[in-house]
């Protein structure tokens, strides 16, 4: 019986997201391209008499250790969901992502802790259950679970795997927050945007994927320029580089990513992107591996 896990819960990054103006539930239709990063957070899991959650790592500031997190809450849905109260794990989430930072953090946390959970103990869940418990810490909890390329519509909960290469990428954050909510709100006084679906690209080469990608949008980011200017500087920086392919904002934001045609061009653009107070990786986007020991 292994004792303790370690997860990687990676960065969602949402290649193109197209948003529709809010329906009467306060959802807003979407359709969007997602990929996940081999960079993120870490759960580490091990067996202990009754549940216990610690928030550690760069970024643990601010985060809490109760029942509003969302990995707390999608354990708890677990525990529920097997008629128990709780679960006999000792859990730490080592936090190396910036919060509000359009990467989908705290859905990628819990879906790591979800997998994790039924791994170490030895539950026996299939993929179709656990996803459903993932639904409970938002709709973007089921693709988080996954953690693989993916086509997103509805409201975020209807998923179609996506056949997409490796792309090599730069995440950049300016070291600011950018709430979701907020975001919306401002989306809402304009909402020129359309869950529009594209035709594929081309091809599945990297060149064409990109060459792809760069027609498309992020309805979300005007609205998030207006709540959180900063944004704009490093969309200019990385498009300030002659090797970036295109640029893009991820989510609500405040992250911004850079697509590059290998990986050593990608590796020169973050040494290049470094500055004071802002948050920069290099990265694969795809699927990463997700257990690390």
């Avoid at 709780?86 to 992502?97: C, E, G, I, S």
């Amino acid at each position: 019986m292994t004792d303790t896990l370690t997860l990687l819960a990676p960065a969602k990054v949402n290649l193109y997201l197209h948003v529709a103006p809010v329906m009467a539930d306060g959802y807003h239709p979407l359709d969007s391209l997602v990929a996940f990063a081999d960079v993120g957070d870490r759960i580490t899991v091990s067996h202990a008499p009754s549940f216990s959650f610690e928030v550690v790592g760069p970024f643990a500031q601010g985060i809490g250790e109760d029942a509003d997190n969302l990995v707390v809450r999608a354990l708890l849905a677990l525990a529920s969901h097997l008629g128990r109260d709780d679960l006999p794990l000792a859990m730490t989430l080592d936090k190396r992502l910036p919060v509000a930072a359009g990467l989908g953090g705290g859905s990628s946390d819990a879906g790591a802790a979800l997998r994790a959970a039924n791994m170490l103990l030895e539950l026996g869940l299939g993929d179709e259950v656990l996803e459903r418990v993932a639904r409970s810490v938002g709709a973007d909890g089921p693709m988080c679970y996954r953690a693989q390329p993916a086509y997103a519509s509805g409201v975020g909960e209807v998923l179609e795997p996506a056949d997409l290469p490796a792309l090599h990428a730069v995440l950049v954050n300016p070291g600011l927050p950018s709430p979701t909510g907020a975001v919306y709100r401002a989306f809402d006084r304009n909402p020129s945007g359309r869950a529009d679906r594209p035709q594929p690209p081309a091809s599945t080469s990297s060149v064409d994927v990109i060459a792809w990608l760069a027609e498309q949008r992020n309805d979300l980011e005007a609205p998030a320029l207006s709540e959180t200017p900063a944004i704009g500087s490093v969309i200019e920086a990385l498009s300030d580089l002659e090797t970036c392919r295109m640029v893009r904002m991820s989510g609500s934001g405040a992250t911004v990513f850079g697509l590059f045609e290998d990986q050593a061009a990608a590796l020169d653009a973050a040494f290049a992107l470094e500055r004071d107070g802002w948050w920069v990786r290099p990265t694969v986007l795809g699927a990463p591996a997700l257990v690390l020991g």
